[in-house]
């Protein structure tokens, strides 16, 4: 949040007036901390951890090792000083403005939000949580305010891994291509169809990204209420603008497009259609059951996910969405 003091500087560039504000500029530094978090943890791999990071709950999950961490932070950073990478970032940090200043600096958590919605997960089979929570400590990008509480969806096998084996190609990877349903019924608001899917992965960010979300659908379900699913794959969106769609009805399928590192569904819901200025609201999913390997397996009727669980839905009054020819469950 303090790097947001780093706006103050931008009127220094467009007149000599405000030359004072520049050495504002600074503060936009502050912005790298996570890398600086990341790269402490890869350099401390291997070592002792303290009790917090053995607790870790994905850490039975194929993150890919200190290699792929390695390559994820270096593409993190050179990434940045791609143009359209680093306008997003601006703009990103612009929109905590009118965020915190519609809700009077009084955020959205799960203790003040109650939403008009019932959520089911956006996928049918099971899959995996490796990023996001309700919680600060696992969430995933708590000081990014639209994505404060925002999940990312990946299949996983018995032995953790999200791949065949081979970090190679998209297709390699085993959510990739699978079918993304509406979460609710809705009216279709924005869609993106167009952009590529990156070829390469293990920890590589395409540098010719020309949005950071790829392909996208982004749904209205109530006033304040908007599911976005993201990074999906190039021609794979099946809906148009202005459409209304129900509730397990397939969008799109899981792809590798925008700022991802490997094939994954990036979800969340926000309370405003724009992305920049829509605050993350944390979403609770209705008939579920999770599992993690220290814990055993419970259903819900209606829970908050988190990073490590396997989580797969249990309302069966809804068609599937998978084709005959594929599956979403875990290969085990």
Same mark, same amino acid.
Request: hydrophobic share 35%; with cysteine; glycine share 12%.
């Given at each position: ?34 890398f600086v978090g990341l790269l ?14 053995? %607790? ?80 600060? %400590? ?15 969806f990946v299949i996983t096998d ?85 459409? %209304? ?88």
């Amino acid at each position: 949040m303090l790097s947001m003091l780093g706006l103050l500087s931008l009127p220094s560039y467009l007149s000599p007036v405000f030359g004072p504000l520049r050495p504002f500029v600074w503060f936009f530094l502050l912005g790298l901390w996570p890398f600086v978090g990341l790269l402490g943890s890869i350099l401390r791999g291997g070592g002792d951890t303290d009790p917090a990071e053995q %607790a870790d709950p994905t850490d039975w999950i194929d993150m890919g090792g200190r290699g792929t961490h390695v390559r994820a932070v270096v593409s993190m950073l050179l990434v940045q000083l791609q143009p359209v990478v680093f306008v997003t970032g601006i703009a990103q940090l612009l929109g905590h403005v009118p965020i915190l200043l519609r809700h009077r600096g009084r955020l959205p958590s799960p203790d003040s939000h109650d939403g008009e919605v019932d959520y089911r997960l956006p996928f049918d089979g099971e899959w995996t949580v490796v990023n996001g929570s309700p919680d600060r %400590a696992h969430s995933h990008s708590w000081g990014i305010l639209t994505q404060r509480y925002a999940h990312d969806f990946v299949i996983t096998d018995e032995q953790g891994q999200s791949h065949t084996g081979d970090r190679g190609g998209p297709d390699q990877y085993f959510c990739f291509g699978e079918p993304i349903v509406a979460p609710a019924d809705g009216v279709v608001v924005g869609t993106r169809n167009r952009h590529r899917d990156y070829h390469r992965t293990s920890g590589w960010l395409d540098p010719l990204q020309w949005s950071i979300l790829g392909n996208y659908v982004l749904i209205k379900h109530a006033d304040g209420e908007y599911s976005l699913s993201a990074h999906l794959q190039k021609g794979s969106v099946t809906v148009d603008v202005g459409e %209304a769609v129900d509730r397990g009805q397939p969008i799109g399928a899981c792809g590798n497009s925008g700022n991802t590192t490997e094939p994954h569904l990036h979800f969340h819901i926000q309370d405003h259609p724009n992305f920049f200025i829509g605050a993350g609201l944390p979403v609770a999913f209705d008939s579920l059951t999770t599992s993690h390997p220290r814990t055993t397996e419970t259903h819900h009727d209606r829970s908050y996910i988190h990073a490590g669980q396997r989580v797969r839905r249990t309302d069966r009054d809804e068609p599937d969405s998978r084709p005959a020819s594929r599956t979403t469950e875990s290969p085990v």
